[in-house]
């Protein structure tokens, strides 16, 4: 079966720059959630959207926004990064129509030297 | 408020039975679940439980609700070297949300 999928899988930053994350969700799930992972921490719900609207809003710095485009998929794009942006960024999607469980995607990890 | 907490180590015997516990806040969770982390890796869904039921049992992995205490566990049995790994419980904070997950149990099987 399809799975959420998440690029790119490893990225390298330096303070300052700008980062772009992609998440592909399973086909026919309408909601994408993103969250953040620091070391030895739990996620951290970020942001989320149904169908292309922002439906919820977490812990997520103003540096970072995100958006879901016509075809589903998301984009979370951070700038200005600092050391402690450092860490594991999941993605996940669920369908409104079917129990609403969340699937993840393998995850981006990303190091801010 | 949101808070879902759990134990962090759990140390069992290959061949033995594991039960992780979380407690959760959200009343109103429809649904609570159970998410596996293996080092370096995503969250791998493992099971869920829906709030009106009180157990849900899955080949190894059996869920106990008690929805008065708002206290959820998972028990493994047979534990397996490979079930080493960190486990998650998260509820579902309002109705399609965000989840809400607890500090994580890190699962340590020794052969």
């Known amino acids: 079966a399809a799975g959420v999928i998440q690029s790119p899988r490893h990225l390298i930053k330096e303070k300052r720059e700008t980062a772009t994350l992609k998440c592909y969700p399973i086909?026919?799930?309408?909601?994408v959630y993103w969250y953040q992972q620091g070391p030895g921490q739990d996620p951290q719900f970020l942001i989320s959207?149904?169908?292309?609207?922002?439906?919820d809003k977490g812990s997520i710095p103003d540096r970072f926004s995100a958006q879901q485009f016509s075809d589903y998929h998301s984009e979370l794009n951070m700038s200005s990064l600092e050391l402690g942006d450092s860490a594991l960024y999941f993605c996940?999607?669920?369908?409104?129509?079917?129990?609403?469980?969340?699937?993840f995607g393998p995850g981006t990890r990303l190091l801010v030297l | 408020g949101e808070d879902v907490e759990q134990s962090l180590f759990l140390s069992v015997r290959e061949g033995d039975s594991s039960v992780i516990n979380c407690t959760y806040t959200?009343?109103?969770?429809?649904?609570l679940y159970w998410y596996k982390q293996e080092p370096g890796a995503g969250l791998q869904l493992l099971t869920y439980?829906?709030?009106?039921?009180d157990m849900k049992q899955d080949q190894r992995l059996t869920v106990l609700l008690n929805k008065k205490d708002k206290h959820l566990s998972l028990r493994i049995a047979d534990t397996q070297t490979g079930d080493s790994a960190i486990y998650f419980c998260?509820?579902?904070?309002?109705?399609?949300?965000?989840?809400?997950f607890g500090q994580g149990t890190e699962l340590s099987v020794k052969p």
């Open positions: 959200d009343s109103s969770s429809t649904y």
């Open positions: 439980i829906f709030s009106n039921m």
């Open positions: 996940a999607s669920s369908s409104t129509s079917y129990q609403e469980t969340q699937y």
């Open positions: 959207f149904y169908e292309k609207m922002q439906s």
């Open positions: 086909p026919r799930h309408d909601t």
């Open positions: 998260a509820e579902v904070y309002n109705q399609g949300g965000k989840l809400i």
